[in-house]
């Protein structure tokens, strides 16, 4: 994003709000202060107005002031700061759609002294004109991003500022222990007076450190909402492993041959099962790599199962288990995994007894890839697989991200130290001094005290527009 001191100047800002390509509208966004100006040289409305108000829609034409040329029949309306996005002047267009059109309106707005603006700019400036915290601006990057209807509604929760309303809540407690906590530094005589370290400590330990390691608990859960079940595809080769992932997501995603070891790289699509979403990732198939490129291949593929939320393991019942399924199934124990019997459309050749034995503790799916036989027994069994996991289901409306965690874990660590030092009868000082770090640490979930590093990396996740 570059230097932060350039994204907080005065400058007016403009990009193209719409993914690129051919569609019935396209949006160009511009805020700052010449947004006004920028307006009256190249809009005229059909009908003539004495100046644009403030959040109405005008019919009328983009113009060239240079050439004095109609560019394009839009609909053109004008937010008056600070009832906008930004807090700034905005003026968005919204014109036919298509990348010469939209490129030449951008041009020609530029020409009148804005600049292009940088990924995530908008949202940024809303950020800092302080109409959103950081919170409501990461949960942008997610209800764009969100895989399934309960991502949705967990991003949009954040937005609306419940996660926000929790962080402060829990820094009002930790504010009112740590005002008692300094009155009782000023008049140390009146110490036992002022506060009781027993129920202090016990305090901090229920009102804020309880509820954050509640918060730390649900992250991992809740992200999966958000951001998809990480659920990898493994198998021999030739097991069927590409045709699943294509009957999952009913299109030709992944290349699908006779020949043993076609997927070389990791094959990646989002796909909602029963209402819960997954991020599917077919996987080279295990065996001795006979090329460098193939033990390449493999090697991913054993980083991904490592890593998995969830595993289908691909057995194909028209050869006998080798060494390679055993391997797999081994690498699959103790995690969440199911077993996949592709093939069921070619006669057994699994023997019964010993296949029983090492499909053990597993929930298995039959299906055939090339008919489509078993398909919703195999939807069915995801979700029952997922649902008795942890994959959480309960209504709590947060869902904190990877630098919440962090900043949640190091608020926790501080109070929980505060709470032991105020039981220990330590001087009140290092209590005091414990409690006002744990509330930086809270507070730069809220970007009460964010650094350039965290706003850039927050912020250029999104795209040119927003």
């Not at 409501?136 to 926000?164: W, Y």
């Not at 057994?348 to 090492?358: G, P, V």
């Not at 090339?370 to 939807?379: A, S």
């Not at 997922?386 to 947060?398: A, H, N």
């Amino acid at each position: 994003m570059g230097n932060l001191q350039q994204t907080t100047d005065n400058d007016t800002i403009v990009a193209i709000a719409t993914p690129p390509g051919q569609a019935g509208i396209g949006i160009i966004r511009i805020s700052g202060p010449l947004s006004g100006e920028i307006a009256e040289k190249t809009f005229r409305p059909k009908k003539p107005v004495q100046g644009l108000n403030s959040h109405h829609l005008y019919l009328g034409n983009v113009m060239d002031p240079s050439s004095g040329d109609m560019v394009d029949e839009v609909l053109f309306s004008f937010m008056k700061a600070p009832h906008s996005y930004t807090r700034e002047d905005i003026v968005e267009i919204n014109s036919h759609s298509g990348y010469l059109l939209l490129s030449r309106i951008l041009q020609i707005i530029l020409d009148q002294g804005a600049r292009l603006a940088r990924p995530g700019e908008f949202t940024l400036r809303a950020f800092l004109n302080g109409r959103i915290d950081l919170t409501q601006a990461e949960a942008v990057i997610d209800l764009i991003n969100a895989k399934s209807d309960r991502g949705l509604h967990l991003a949009s929760q954040q937005i609306k500022g419940t996660f926000r309303n929790e962080i402060e809540g829990l820094r009002q407690k930790a504010i009112d222990c740590l005002a008692h906590a300094e009155v009782a530094i000023d008049f140390p005589d009146e110490e036992s007076e002022i506060i009781s370290r027993e129920n202090t400590s016990k305090r901090i330990a229920k009102e804020i450190v309880k509820p954050i390691e509640a918060l730390i608990k649900t992250q991992a859960t809740k992200r999966l909402w958000v951001d998809g079940i990480n659920t990898v595809i493994v198998g021999r080769v030739n097991a069927g492993k590409s045709s699943i992932l294509n009957r999952l997501l009913n299109e030709q995603r992944a290349i699908v041959t006779a020949i043993p070891g076609t997927t070389r790289d990791i094959v990646e699509s989002t796909v909602t099962i029963e209402g819960l979403p997954l991020r599917l990732m077919d996987t080279a198939g295990l065996r001795n790599g006979k090329n460098e490129v193939e033990r390449i291949g493999i090697h991913f593929t054993e980083q991904k199962m490592a890593v998995a939320d969830f595993l289908l393991v691909v057995i194909d019942q028209s050869r006998p288990l080798n060494h390679n399924d055993h391997r797999i199934i081994a690498q699959s124990r103790g995690k969440n995994a199911l077993i996949v019997i592709n093939k069921i459309d070619l006669p057994s050749r699994l023997s019964k007894e010993a296949d029983h034995d090492a499909f053990s503790g597993f929930p298995i799916a039959k299906i055939s890839a090339l008919t489509g036989q078993g398909l919703d027994q195999l939807r069915k069994r995801i979700s029952g697989c997922l649902l008795k996991g942890d994959i959480d289901v309960t209504s709590s409306d947060s869902a904190p991200n990877l630098r919440h965690r962090q900043a949640l874990m190091d608020a926790a660590m501080f109070f929980k130290s505060a709470g032991e030092n105020a039981k220990k009868d330590a001087p009140m000082e290092i209590v005091a001094f414990e409690l006002k770090s744990g509330l930086d640490a809270l507070g730069k979930i809220i970007g009460e005290t964010p650094t350039e590093k965290i706003l850039e990396s927050i912020f250029s996740q999104f795209c040119l527009g927003k």
